[in-house]
């Protein structure tokens, strides 16, 4: 057997790999996430899907009846545009593929790819393939995501601080353990792009299939490679919404930058992305963090904000402020208010990507003024730009009626939408984010009280 070659670039994210850092700490030499002493990890239970099965505030009729309209055909269907029984149908139709793997290994309290990682089909039993170097070696495995379906690929070290504390068991309703092998030191990112056109139409089921779709071409590909990876004699662990936070991995793993709107932006697709993960002992060669400008934009632009419709999103600068439960403590970001979004999706019936649909960055990169656009965005005429951009009206919303009409899906023959959801004034935005501020010190004051 030949010993592979330990990665050079291998180094942890963090100097002490396993607990908070003892001052805070720059994140992807980002000037807006900064990891405080104060940092915790994050249980899975705390997850708003989690809450909405057994925190009594959320566990209601309402929101079993928008779980159950996954499966049931009629269940949120209305005489309303995008939530016609054909629009749920379109949703629901790629929802099939990863509703199999959480149902797979019921019996075991596993729901794969949501709350437990994707069963392995096949033990690391042979003996590690030489893989060459781990720059060649990440070479091959970025190429083998590609061929399996992958739109972005980037690797980045394990760091355990990005694993859940504790997983959320759905039959007992509380926390289970998270088990991670012996030797990870690696984690690939897979990107896989929600479709533009449909994502335009948001809010609306039609619009939901864009992440329906996401999620399973997703799985099929974190399948794949973590086989094939197995099958070469290493470990391989697949993630989707489980184990580990996805965010701060495709940032470190070079995928793109964060916003406001709490995404991961990449250059390729703006936020329109979903982020799958593999943990593994193969030695690879890391990708480095990216800047295009997109922090320097998020801090004078608010669209994501501004078109959230139960406005959940932060208006003000990056803090560590945390709306509740569901966020991370102890990380100064822009944060997004889970509950608040929760309660939109279960009483719209379908989830929402206002926050994807209107960001600057959401554009269809193959046509040059979306290239020109993202140039201007990283230089200091990005303020003209998003005036140019807004004029534009690319980020309005497209009837779903409108979509189904049109030959083959493509914005550019649609008509234009009649139903933008009108930009709120600056004196009411100015209001908002003085209230927002003014219940943060609150809150702030509250907490200091109480120690
Ligand atoms: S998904 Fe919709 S409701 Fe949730 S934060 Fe984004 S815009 Fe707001
Ligand atoms: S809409 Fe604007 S503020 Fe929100 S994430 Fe995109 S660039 Fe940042």
Redesign the pocket.
Known sequence: MTTPAKPDTAKPLFADHGCAPAAPERFANSDNIEITPEYEGFNQHNDMFSRGLWDSKFATRITMRFYRSFVKPKERVRDEEGFAQEDFALRNGPWVVTEMFAEMQKAKDRRDGFTDDFTPHLPPKVEPADMGDPKSAAKRVKKTARIYGADLVGITAYDPRWTYRSKFSGRTMSSKPVEIPEGITNVIVVGKSMQYDLVRM??TATAATSAAAGYAEDAVTLLALAQYIRSLGYQAIANQNDTNLAIPYAIQAGLGEYGR??LCITREFGPRVRFGRILTDMPLAHDTPLSFGVEQTCEICRR?AN???????DHGPPSTYTFNQSNIKGIKKWT??GE???K??VLKGS??????R?CPYNKDYTRLWSKIMRRLLATPLRRLALILDDKMRLHDQIKPSSWWRSENGRFEVLEKAKDHAPMPDLKAQQDRVKAIRDARKEKEAQEAQAQ
């Not at 078109?307 to 999103?313: E, F, G, K």
Request: proline letters at 12%.
């Open positions: 948001s809010p709107n709490g994501c078109n959230c419709p139960p406005q959940a999103i997004t208010d608040k979004c929760f939109f999706w989830d929402c990507a206002n926050c994807i209107t």
